[in-house]
């Protein structure tokens, strides 16, 4: 009696299930040699992982030498996650192993070249902006993804002007607002345009640019029937002319005022006549309205 | 043969119109799987987490931004192109599927379609073959689809390996 075990023994063990099946590799020459070890086994610990994985891709067990598991159990002390061979929750979800910092670095310095540095001065006085980079240009970019991934709302340009920057004077500004109108606002002194009407971005910012340039030079145009704008046409009411300075002027005949205080008295009115109107500002005017006249002051 | 058509004939003018109602069948199958008296019923990750783990324990199979508000959504088209994509898969690689082809996953990347997910060697892996066949396989779907499709199928040894689970 030999002591391994009768084949006919061990086949009875295999039908029930006793004993393990030992596969053996065929014979098939072609079989053998397709036979390999994974990718991660073989790799060096001092090797370039941007080389291994370069670009965003699916992960791929064989060729990620980490242990890593995935998945829920009920009891992990039992038994462990989901290995990574196979596992299909690794596959689903998006992977950053391209973005490592050592790739990240190398990019940068391979895009170092194309950059130039930013300027110190605005980083330390962003206010400079205002008056060095008068102009700015928004607009968005969308990120998509299906066939088409063009986005209409990328052609959106907006482009905001420091009209201070234009250096416009007293009549060319209100020749100007008045062209620009709503576009115009006065409390900041910025103009902003919004372009949409044209298919591409690069024609929505030439447009823009196209306008800006336009107006400009409208504003600057003297035509000869502007001459004939009468007082009720004046964006802003002027002391000059008013009947209050022609009244004041009356009254200051005879109670004698310098020169210097009517001054003072027509800057505070020009201000109190063309912005909003506040208690504290009403109160300001009947107190100056009383200085300049010699009145005794109000009791508060 | 006239005679049978006759028939037919006057089968269709006293037919008349019927309602056909049958009583409700109350039954709540999904993600309900029958367990096997020697445990040899084979259960993938995707299929042993139920539909309402969805998000929580396991990941979705198709991953685009269709759904995202503000969009332009075509939800339709992709779902129709993942069909498309799923179908032909299942239907090229018909003997290197594992789980019949139902774990495909396919993501959206740009205008890149990316299909995912695991196929088994079969008798023998022909790897000129399978390589032929991925390029048939992605060129196909991007003349079809008008989109670049990547193919990042991965192989396991046999279906055994993606086993999560034996009930």
Redesign the interface.
Known sequence: MPKRKLRGQTQLEQATGRAEMKTRSRT?L??RL?QRPPRSEEMDADQKWSDVWPA???F???VVPLPVRM??RPNTEKRAP?KK?????L????NFLHLTPAAIQQHCEAIKKFCTPFPPELLNTPELAKTELPISVDYNT?V??????R?IRSRVVTMKVQVAALKFSEHALEKFARLAANRYDETTGILTIITDRCHTRKQNIDYAYYLLTVLYHEALKVESWEKLSARADALKVDFDGSTTKSRLVEIIEKTHVDEKSMESFGKMWNEYRNTEETPEKTREYARRAKEILGLRKAEV | MLRSIQHVENQLSQSCRHISTTSTLCKNRAGKTKSTTNRTQLLTYEMAQKPHHLGVRKSWLTWHSQNLEEFRQSQPLVVAQDEVVRRFIRGFFPQNLIVSGNEIVIKRRGNVLIVAGFLQYSRRLDIRRIYWMFGFAEEFLSILLKQPVKLELAFVESEKDVAYNYI
């Open positions: 098939d072609m079989d397709a965003a891709r699916t791929a067990a064989s998945g829920s989901f061979e196979g596992n299909l929750e596959v689903k979800i998006p969308y998509h993804q299906g066939t088409n991934i986005d």
